[in-house]
């Protein structure tokens, strides 16, 4: 198995653009996801009774193979853009539910007891000191959110999406490896380089971990 | 809409769907017998590679490591890398299907491994055990829920990779999905989608409720495992 450079080299513009909108899907996932999740690990993390069921159903959510929820998205947002983002969100979601809940269970209750003794009310206690001591795991969770939406974006290549997954269909139709194995070099480096700077990030919004270390 | 789902039912039902070659309980063995199969490899291999680095400590690098790995890799970019490398057989897909599945069983291996208490460990060696004894008889058996966890995580993921795998020509239920898209008819494809997260879905609540009830006193316990992903 060879790699015809030249064919890269012919490429590199739609390479970018297929890059760039296989970024797009993915960081559009992640953030839906995000924003979705938080309030529900606040009402799973609180609310006793419904933690069980947040956390089972999006655990069946996450077992349906994403083939099968692109695909049966199909019948409400067609072969859209669309369609790629509900279910990579669906997904992103499940991770970010999970350890945003296990990174509220781990601040010590005698941190928000102090916190409630000194008069902060319970929004102010969970913005200014639980978000901030659960940070790390949630980090884990957006870390791993990102990494798993990138690999995933390329299964909407067979609802005609999927950014550098049409590098896999194009490959696998005309009998030929260099685009697979580009698109496979080129995603694992956007995980990469994404879960760097997701690590960076982490290392500027907790300074406190800094100073200890 | 309504017509839609109608026919998506009878598609579902119907007797002749549902024998021959190409019928549904044809394609549910397939693709049942890929997954178990492809699993048990994994199994063989990411087994004793999860407990040697859990036992001896070394190599945890590898294991954490071999985990972001796994989870970066596309798994449409690999099966087809594979085929075209390895030609229309199905060596090349199963080869796939094991290298997406091992790093769950590895990691997760590892991770029950290293939340055994060390205070355990070191009464079983005060008590004279060998560290083979120590392995098998002390941490295996404490480790074995993550394990079990591992292994269930990593069965999940090969039936949905196991389904994109009908891509390069491979059996199981993916075909419906495939040969769904290409023919352009929405009730096959969407059939084909039901029945393979059926089976994830199916697979999954079952093997949770074995694991559940194989470890009732030990149910609620501390450690977790990695936080599963997905590739496919």
Redesign the interface.
Same mark, same amino acid.
Not at chain 1, 62 to 69: E, K, L, N, R
């Given at each position: 198995?060879t790699i015809d450079w030249s064919w890269i080299a012919d490429h590199t513009d739609d390479l970018t653009s297929l890059t760039l909108s296989h970024l797009q899907a993915a960081l559009t996932a992640v953030f839906l996801g995000l924003l979705i999740s938080l309030p529900l690990a606040v009402i799973a993390h609180r609310v006793r009774p419904l933690r069980g069921f947040l956390l089972g159903a999006s655990?069946?959510l #996450?077992?349906?193979?994403? +083939?099968?929820?692109f695909? %049966?998205l !199909?019948?409400v947002s067609g072969l859209t853009r669309t369609t790629t983002v509900i279910g990579l969100t669906v997904?992103s979601l499940v $991770?970010l539910l999970?350890?945003t809940v296990?990174g509220l269970d781990s601040v010590p209750v005698r941190v928000k007891e102090a916190a409630k003794a000194m008069g902060a009310r319970p929004l102010r206690t969970l913005l200014t000191v639980e978000f901030p001591l659960a940070l790390p795991v949630i980090m884990?969770?957006v870390r +791993?959110a990102t $990494?798993?939406s990138?690999? %995933?974006v390329? $299964?909407a290549?067979?609802?005609g999406d999927?950014g550098?997954?049409q590098? #896999?269909?194009d490959? #696998?139709q005309r009998?030929f490896?260099t685009p697979? +194995?580009v698109?496979?070099v080129l995603? !694992?480096l956007l995980? $990469?380089v994404a879960?760097a700077l997701l690590v960076a990030l982490q290392y500027v919004l907790t300074p406190w971990k800094r100073r200890r270390a | 809409m309504y017509e839609l789902f109608k026919n998506l039912g009878a598609w579902l039902v119907s007797g002749s769907q549902w024998s021959g070659p190409d019928g549904i309980a044809h394609r549910l063995a397939e693709h049942l017998q890929y997954s178990l199969l492809a699993t048990l490899i994994a199994a063989a291999i990411g087994l004793p590679l999860g407990l040697l680095i859990g036992h001896t400590g070394k190599g945890a690098f590898l294991a954490i490591n071999l985990a972001s790995f796994g989870r970066a890799l596309p798994t449409v970019g690999l099966v087809v890398l594979v085929f075209l490398a390895g030609g229309l057989s199905m060596l090349p897909v199963y080869v796939a299907l094991v290298a997406l599945a091992v790093p769950a069983i590895v990691t997760n291996t590892y991770a029950g491994m290293t939340a055994v208490d060390p205070d355990v460990k070191d009464a079983a060696r005060g008590q004279g055990m060998r560290g083979h004894q120590v392995l098998f008889q002390v941490e295996l058996p404490l480790a074995l829920p993550l394990i079990l966890t591992g292994l269930r995580l990593a069965l999940i993921q090969v039936v949905a990779t196991a389904t994109i795998a009908a891509y390069v020509s491979f059996g199981g239920l993916g075909r419906y999905v495939f040969d769904g898209l290409a023919q352009r008819d929405l009730v096959q494809v969407l059939g084909g989608a039901v029945l393979v997260a059926v089976v994830a879905v199916v697979l999954d609540v079952a093997l949770s409720c074995l694991q559940r009830f194989l470890f009732l006193p030990h149910a609620r316990t501390n450690s977790h495992g990695d936080t599963p992903t997905r590739t496919a």
């Open positions: 198995m655990n069946v #996450f077992t349906i193979p994403s +083939i099968a929820i695909v %049966l !199909l019948p997904y $991770v999970r350890n296990e884990a969770g +791993i $990494v798993m990138i690999s %995933l390329s $299964v290549t067979y609802i999927g550098l997954g590098l #896999f269909t490959g #696998f009998n490896p697979v +194995i698109g496979v995603t !694992l995980a $990469v879960d | -």
